[in-house]
């Protein structure tokens, strides 16, 4: 069973900086995507952003600039660096990943908050 284990996250002033990281573990024979999503209440989770096993990436259009995602594929670690932060980045963040045959994790989520 993958387990996936987030830290980082908690509360920040707009204009400040936050990291994320995620380690996989656990009957892992190999990870596809890694990525990150966040959830407020009452909306739906969305996608932050997504990098392949070949160090693809994908950024929803409001963080693109601000965010930047990385991963150690000897960790299975997924990294999201989050820059200039701004109140409406505040959410529940969640670590996701996606094993070579296709199943999906999830984090337990880990809470971002950003004052104005």
């Known amino acids: 069973q993958v387990q996936l284990v987030e830290s980082g996250g908690g509360l920040v002033q707009a204009g400040g900086a936050l990291s994320l990281s995620c380690a996989a573990s656990?009957?892992?024979?190999?990870?596809?995507?890694m990525g990150w999503y966040r959830q407020t209440p009452g909306k739906q989770r969305e996608l932050v952003s997504t990098?392949?096993?070949?160090?693809?990436?994908n950024y929803v259009d409001s963080v693109k600039g601000r965010f930047t995602i990385s991963r150690d594929n000897a960790k299975n670690t997924v990294y999201l660096q989050m820059n200039s932060l701004k109140p409406e980045d505040t959410a529940i963040y969640y670590c996701?990943?996606?094993?070579?045959?296709?199943?999906?994790?999830w984090g337990q989520g880990t809470q971002v908050t950003v004052s104005s």
């Open positions: 656990g009957g892992i024979l190999g990870l596809n995507v």
């Open positions: 990098i392949t096993s070949r160090g693809s990436t």
């Open positions: 996701y990943v996606q094993s070579s045959l296709g199943t999906p994790y």
